[in-house]
């Protein structure tokens, strides 16, 4: 038997009462029957906590929530006293070796490692749970039942399962409706050539899927081809054998792009983003690492827009050489900054740990001489409150890996962008930063970080004149039409309501 908590009606209560907040329109999951959703995230902090916001959105609309859970980068249960939890088990073998160079090809391979080791455990614990609901329901009458598994699209064989046992799946995509078109045109793409990539291709235009070039597709080279390319069908398959997938993107940003799937992946595609501003779940209750809000007091203390953030997510990484590479462009570009340098940014280091228990990681070291030469303008943190960041007033620029969260969050801030993508889905969201809605430029793209090219990069971001007044311009405009999206009568709204309601038909 799996202990999941009390479903009893006193610990979630019924609905008919007058909408929270995020009951726009007033739709909830109110009825003859009490709906359960069950959420299942992939083990990583940016997938953790879109899954997490939606659980919180969905939460708000009426629906009970259970989720289930790896003991890797397992969640802070005290964080979500509504929520059920189930952990499910994983062999440590499957777990990835720490100090790994090559952060891109372990993080593949553990996604499918997780996906092998969670089937079983995760059939038993489900089915446990199924028996034990219909059970209750019998003895007591209760109407709490399970409406549908909401898990991320890299977890396909737990969909798989899901399915096997009677339960309605949904698909979260954590990326970008541009990232899951290329992804199901990924085959056709190989087969026409551009993949694995010749050196002398890299900047020759994608042309069935622009504005991609070929250095922005995820596989470019052979040793990387067929994994990637298993690890992208998985994803399309999840996606087209489930009931619908909830994107985190909004009309905004992607309205041709959200066109294209709907016309073509044959399921309901909702797009319900930014799941950040629309969900009352906040971030920080998600978060696998402790922030530092003392730099918040730091920021208040500066002058508008003069602030540097620099924050390259919880997996992407960096030589050692570029460290020093990017701690001497920030210090030689003058400006105040605010530096995320977690444990592990630098291939070959322990990473952060979620875990209390274990001794923190040391941090990378920064090159002789470079607090000497920002002090006074400048604060490394371990991990930051990146939200309030960037909506802080003093934040002038975002240097970024480019990762889709983070995209939307500096998006819905206002904020431009130095793109500096590494791996999967960043190059082709800094190609949109860049050449669509030109709110950011890349820094590098495929290259070495050198201290010339950084100090050039945020100049021109930050600094005065035509290129940085019309990255602010653009990126103000932007973020007035995100807010437009997010309006109660607007798409994102809409598109919630329409997926509360898919999930009452299921």
Sequence with gaps: MVSTGKWAATTHPRLHKKPSMGSIGGHTATGDRRRRVLFFPLPYQGHINPMFQLAGLLHSRGFAVTVFHTDFNAPDKSRHPAYDFVPVPVVSDCLPPEGSSDAFQVTVQHILAVNRACEAPFRERLAALLSSSESEQQAQQEDDDVACLVADAHLLTLLDVARGLGVPTLVLRTGSAAGLRMF??????????????????LEAPVRELPPYRVRDLPSTTVAYHGVISEVISRIVTAVTTSSGVILNTMDALESGELASLRRDLGVPVFDIGPLHKLSPAASSTSSLL????????????????????????????????????TAWGIANSGHPFLWVLRPGLVRGTPPSSSSSEAPAPVLPALPDGFDAATRGRGVVVRWAPQEEVLEHPAVGA???????????????AGVPIMARPCFGDQMGNARYVEDVWR??????????????KVEAAVAAVMGPGESGDGLRRRARELKSSAAECMAEDGSSWTSVDKLVEHILTL
């Excluded at 087969?191 to 010749?198: C, E, F, L, S, V």
């Excluded at 975002?398 to 819905?412: A, D, K, P, Q, R």
């Design 184 to 201: 199901a045109a990924f085959p056709v793409l190989s087969d026409k050539g551009y993949q694995p990539a010749q050196e002398s291709q």
């Design 290 to 325: 402790l922030q530092d809000r003392g730099c918040l007091e730091w920021l208040d203390a500066q002058a508008p827009a003069s602030v540097l953030y620099v924050s390259f997510g919880s997996l992407a990484s960096m030589s050692a050489a570029e460290l020093v590479e």
């Design 398 to 412: 975002f240097w970024t890996h480019c990762g889709w969260n983070s995209t939307l969050e500096s998006v819905c």
């Design 439 to 452: 709110t950011g430029l890349t820094l590098v793209d495929g290259e070495e970080i050198v201290r010339g």
